[in-house]
């Protein structure tokens, strides 16, 4: 079975950092893809970041490009999403997505699509305030 479980929301002021972690039971760390979605009240699910290990590539919505980093321990399992210079904008329930397995090449735009991937976890709240 596989599983994700986030970790690491919490809240914070603007200008603050945060880093959230997930960690993935369940598939293997050799040919995956591994997406960070977010979700505001009464908004639509986005994709904030990914990474395709076939092409061992990463994808930032512009909203995000310079403050947050994806990184992966394969050892761990673990993906973590740094992010940097919070602001309310980034309020909302921080989702980890996974695909596996999964060999190709995919373009950001697919890798931003949440019907993309076939396995969720749950989410953390992540709150910013002013």
């Known amino acids: 079975e596989v599983q994700l479980v986030e970790s690491g929301g919490a809240s914070v002021r603007a200008g603050g950092s945060l880093r959230l972690s997930c960690v993935v039971s369940?598939?293997?760390?050799?040919?995956?893809?591994i997406g960070w979605f977010r979700q505001a009240p009464g908004k639509e699910r986005e994709g904030v970041s990914g990474y395709s290990s076939a092409d061992d590539s990463t994808y930032y919505a512009d909203a995000v490009k310079g403050r947050f980093t994806i990184s992966i321990d394969s050892a761990k399992k673990t993906v973590y999403l740094q992010m940097n210079s919070l602001n309310s904008e980034d309020t909302g329930v921080y989702y980890c997505a996974g695909k596996s397995p999964f060999w190709g090449i995919a373009s950001a735009k697919v890798k931003s699509r949440p019907s993309w991937y076939d396995y969720w976890g749950l989410g953390t709240q992540v709150t910013v305030s002013s």
């Open positions: 369940g598939f293997t760390f050799d040919d995956y893809a």
